[in-house]
């Protein structure tokens, strides 16, 4: 009798090339870089390799690419770095044969965006990418990670990774989201909830009702943030939800008998029912409501209803220093309510937020109002773009006086130009509100795509549940 499988064990196994005292040799199956990855190329080329699997390896323009002036090409960039990085990457992809969804291809994006609406992403692969939130690809029942430009070299010389292996957590959500509940604010509640440390060495999969019922680009905003609280990465089980989003999308398996085939293979992914997990933790859907961040890291969260804590309150020493420290920077005081956050510009984008199904819930609450601060809306591709203005969602942001710009990660790493005054303070549906990561001195509070917008329409927070009801 075969002893139960998580899934994170059955795809890890399958991947394990050599096991050296713990240090595992993995095979990995799509390494995903950017503009930014020069570095992994100067090293190849200083010692003369070249790129061992080209078809493995997918390049992306996006983490410097401006959202504005697009129209001007590559030659209308204004700075000159960004510009000869983009050109470099162009230059790079050419030698090595790689497929660069580039500067002016009619698909270009974010490397988490791309893949799965291209089917690049399929279940059962692992998958290296050059950012820390390649684990958005463990939506569709695979091991993603970030590397670092070392890390990248190897695998794009030799096609494989040395890794220790994680710990497993599972993480299971189950009931029913209330009314205005977004994947981003379940996966806030989960992190306000472990920690920003919770997940540190384990891979976390996510499971229960609440999951199940998630559409598959709610599962990539979860997978996304698995990261934010430590985790090596974040899967959840391939299911018919997983498969209809993937089927007939360019790089996926072709209906007939590689279409068959692969489905044979991926409904063997999910953990089996009696598999171990080194921790679990449950929490219940309906009593997670809209969430925002009044900290520096996206454990400082609270319900919007809520108040921003008092240190003198926190549950140990080390979390009221961070408290305090964080009130500070953030320019907040201890017991006053979420809801007088005044905001001073909204980004709406990110490879966490910035799909077809974000862009709708943004265009939903727009249509409420009239921004009454500067409200940047970046789609994540060229394709969600695309959509977007095929189904209007533009013009109604614009009339409701928001900023429609060209695709990229923008204000999100805020390292293009698209970034924070010192003391300004964003609603942002990205990621990450550690100190200065929208710009010097910005202060970034963390929400869902309909709380941005509501943030837009007023000025400051509001339950975007009492706008829409």
């Not at 494989?160 to 009931?175: E, N």
């Not at 992190?191 to 976390?204: D, F, L, N």
């Not at 917008?453 to 000025?459: D, F, Q, R, S, Y």
Request: overall charge negative.
């Amino acid at each position: 009798m075969t002893t139960p499988r998580t899934m994170f064990d059955k795809i890890w196994d399958s991947h394990v090339v050599a096991d050296e005292e713990g240090e595992i040799l993995l095979y990995v199956d799509r390494a995903l870089i950017h503009e930014g990855s020069s570095h992994a190329f100067a090293a190849l080329a200083k010692n003369n390799y070249m790129v061992a699997r080209p078809q493995q390896v997918f390049a992306f323009t996006d983490h410097y690419v401006p959202t504005t002036g697009r129209e001007k090409g590559v030659a209308g960039i204004a700075v000159d770095e960004i510009r000869n990085m983009i050109i470099g990457q162009q230059d790079n992809a050419a030698k090595h044969g790689i497929q660069l969804f580039g500067f002016d291809d009619p698909r270009q994006g974010i490397l988490h965006i791309v893949p799965p609406e291209q089917g690049i992403t399929q279940p059962g692969l692992l998958i290296c990418g050059a950012d820390s939130h390649t684990s958005t690809h463990g939506a569709f029942g695979c091991i993603a990670f970030g590397i670092g430009a070392s890390d990248m070299t190897h695998v794009m010389a030799t096609q494989a990774t040395w890794q220790r292996k994680p710990k497993t957590l599972r993480i299971t959500v189950d009931g029913k989201p209330g009314f205005g509940v977004a994947p981003k604010d379940i996966i806030l509640a989960v992190i306000a909830k472990i920690g920003a440390e919770g997940g540190v060495g384990h891979a976390i999969e996510y499971a229960g009702s609440a999951f199940c019922t998630m559409s598959m680009e709610g599962r990539m905003t979860v997978c996304n943030m698995s990261i934010e609280a430590g985790a090596r990465c974040g899967m959840i089980a391939p299911d018919d939800t997983t498969f209809a989003y993937m089927e007939g999308r360019p790089f996926a398996p072709k209906k007939g008998a590689e279409w068959d085939a692969a489905m044979a293979r991926w409904k063997l992914l999910p953990s089996d029912a009696d598999a171990k997990f080194d921790r679990e933790v449950s929490l219940d859907a309906a009593q997670i409501e809209p969430m925002v961040t009044w900290g520096v890291n996206p454990e400082m969260a609270g319900a919007v209803g809520g108040i921003v804590p008092d240190p003198k309150n926190a549950p140990d020493e080390r979390r009221r220093s961070d408290w305090t420290m964080a009130l500070d920077y953030m320019g907040l005081t201890a017991g006053m309510a979420l809801t007088d956050i005044k905001i001073d510009r909204v980004f709406i984008g990110s490879c966490t937020n910035s799909r077809i199904e974000d862009i709708r819930a943004a265009a939903e609450v727009a249509k409420h109002g009239h921004a009454v601060i500067p409200a940047w809306v970046v789609p994540g591709s060229k394709v969600v773009k695309a959509q977007a203005e095929k189904e209007g969602l533009d013009r109604i942001l614009l009339d409701a006086g928001f900023e429609w710009r060209d695709p990229g990660c923008s204000m999100c790493t805020a390292i293009n130009g698209d970034q924070l005054k010192p003391g300004e303070r964003s609603a942002s549906t990205s990621n990450r509100n550690f100190r200065n990561r929208q710009g010097p001195g910005g202060r970034t509070h963390l929400v869902s795509p309909a709380m941005a917008a509501a943030a837009a329409l007023k000025g400051h927070f509001i339950d975007v549940r009492d706008l829409i009801k």
